[in-house]
């Protein structure tokens, strides 16, 4: 068997397919890969090479990459012709995953524009906000998430055009001209323009992420950084699969569950663009997450990986019906959006018989894509690592001056590549903030030990992670502030087995009053998704701890 090293030296030389190089990102040298395509639209171009496989399964639906790139085709020749949709104009998809989803994603970056990915369970103010701050010319949106911004249009001027999926109904059709059904995009046009010219430092897409002042702030994430991460990861499988040859012992495409929402990095960046462009096939369920639908599907399309957050794997491998299911075709199971368990990997064991491999990796919205990848033997000798940083990833672990420390020694993380997004859509002092010299400080914990081998420990971001969804405490904290009976308020994470982490509210009220946890949750949500409203909430008669500069001292909360 040949080691990382050994891989990662072979894979990487002069001539090979990951040689590297050096190139200039936004004003700094960074490692690049030399033989990377030029754009999405390349990558678009050779979609028709898997034509006779199929691309999508959702519902009663399957759809082949012929069809694919013929949907793709027809969709940005009308967003062409009949918009006059061009080069870094924002198309906003808001959903729920179905083919339109990947269709739509495709057809806007190649035409030029600019994929704008909203979350399919916020609310109405949420989005609405979203939609302003990114100038949205266009919205794609299924009928369960328009209907929260409906009677709300009128807010948004700049918008040109809404285009309705399945679902909606013929009311939410009426009363306003820029409404339309989807079907309106697929009619194929006699005129078809010429492709887009991209450069790969064009804007591809921006995913908004929940902030820790509040707001969500959408991270601006280019061509030329998917694509690198597009490499990056397909330099990982190749390493797994010559360490690990008996991870690849099964024949035909690779055949996906997916339950990661395409709306968040890691479902748009490994399902949306790097499954397709590998030739994979989508299994789509419909509807939220439900472990019965996942074991049905995963038996009836003989799905080999799923990639997933460890709520759900927790929720499918712990369900009563578990045992009635065949999922012994799961070949590799892969963990991402928050840390997980011994116990949850050795449940993954005895759930799946096949599982060849469990895949552990680190990213986040504003790294663009994961930077770390661990799997194999190395995973089971190593179960807390996220494994070696990719070859285009430079990993740096910082005191609170910023010194780099040593192999061994706990900091915060920081992370250079061209993969990393470009900045916070028009927001240059959270951008600065958040990257210094060309590296994103994550805000998260951990070290590198002498191996090279990452390790996460900790979070030094205000931001809880529940069920792989990130919530911004002071989003949540702003919301509850906003209660006239509230003088107080701190929002933290506290352990919870199946979700990772449960959002906590400690409050102070005023004087004289007297309001119950119920009352606070359904303030919280009026305004905001119903995964940011505190499952728990307690109540304090004393002031909330805090420091000599006023800020509260929630690692005293978490701790009483």
Excluded at 139 to 150: N, Q, R, S, T, V
Excluded at 153 to 181: I, S, T
Excluded at 303 to 331: F, H, Q
């Amino acid at each position: 068997m040949s080691t990382y090293d050994e891989c990662r030296e072979e894979l990487t030389k002069v001539g090979a397919a990951y040689e590297l190089c050096s190139s200039t990102v936004n004003g700094f040298k960074l490692l690049d890969f030399v033989n990377r395509p030029a754009n999405l639209v390349e990558i678009a171009s050779n979609l028709s090479r898997y034509r006779d496989r199929t691309c999508m399964v959702f519902g009663e639906r399957r759809i082949s990459y012929a069809e694919l790139v013929n949907d793709i085709s027809v969709v940005a020749t009308c967003l062409q012709n009949n918009y006059e949709v061009s080069n870094g104009d924002r198309i906003a998809i808001l959903a729920s995953n179905n083919p339109e989803w990947v269709i739509s994603f495709w057809a806007i970056v190649t035409c030029g524009a600019v994929c704008t990915a909203l979350n399919g369970w916020w609310k109405a103010d949420e989005i609405v906000f979203a939609l302003r701050d990114s100038d949205t010319k266009i919205l794609i949106a299924d009928g369960a998430c328009f209907k929260h911004i409906a009677d709300r249009l009128n807010d948004l001027p700049g918008l040109q055009a809404v285009f309705l999926l399945e679902g909606h109904n013929r009311d939410q059709l009426l009363g306003d001209l820029r409404v339309h059904c989807y079907e309106s995009l697929m009619r194929p046009s006699v005129t078809v323009p010429s492709p887009a010219t991209v450069s790969e430092d064009e804007v591809a897409i921006i995913i908004y992420t929940s902030g820790t002042t509040g707001r969500p702030k959408g991270a601006v994430i280019t061509h030329h950084a998917w694509i690198t991460g597009l490499m990056n990861m397909a330099f990982a499988t190749e390493v797994a699969m010559t360490m690990y040859p008996e991870i690849d012992s099964r024949p035909g495409p690779v055949i996906v569950l997916c339950t990661l929402p395409f709306f968040h990095v890691a479902g748009a960046h490994g399902l949306v663009l790097g499954a397709v462009a590998g030739g994979a096939t989508l299994i789509m369920p419909q509807g939220r997450f439900d472990p019965a639908t996942a074991m049905s599907l995963i038996e009836q399309e003989r799905v080999t990986r799923w990639s997933a957050v460890p709520t759900m794997i927790w929720r499918l491998c712990t369900d009563e019906n578990v045992g009635r299911y065949d999922l012994s075709s799961v070949k590799d199971i892969g963990y991402g959006g928050s840390p997980s368990s011994i116990r949850h990997q050795e449940l993954a064991r005895e759930t799946f018989p096949g599982l060849k491999a469990i895949t552990n990796a680190y990213g986040l919205t504003e790294s663009g894509s994961v930077v770390s990848m661990i799997t194999g033997a190395e995973f089971e000798e190593r179960p807390d690592s996220v494994g070696h940083p990719f070859p285009t990833a430079e990993i740096l672990v910082v005191d609170h001056a910023g010194t780099p420390q040593p192999s061994g020694a706990v900091g915060e993380i920081w992370v250079k590549g061209p993969f990393l997004m470009r900045s916070y859509w028009q927001q240059p002092d959270e951008t600065r903030r958040a990257i210094k010299d060309s590296w994103l400080q994550t805000g998260d914990i951990g070290y590198v030990d002498q191996e090279g081998f990452l390790y996460v420990t900790d979070r030094e971001k205000d931001i809880i992670i529940r069920g792989g969804e990130n919530i911004s405490s002071a989003e949540t904290e702003n919301r509850i502030l906003e209660h006239p009976d509230v003088s107080e308020a701190a929002v933290i994470g506290v352990k919870h087995l199946e979700l990772g982490e449960e959002v906590k509210a400690v409050i102070c009220l005023n004087d004289g009053v007297d309001t119950s946890a119920d009352e606070i949750r359904q303030w919280v949500g009026k305004k905001l998704a119903s995964f940011k409203v505190p499952a728990l909430v307690e109540f304090r008669h004393s002031p909330l701890p805090r420091n000599a500069l006023g800020k509260i001292l929630k690692n005293e909360l978490r701790d009483s």
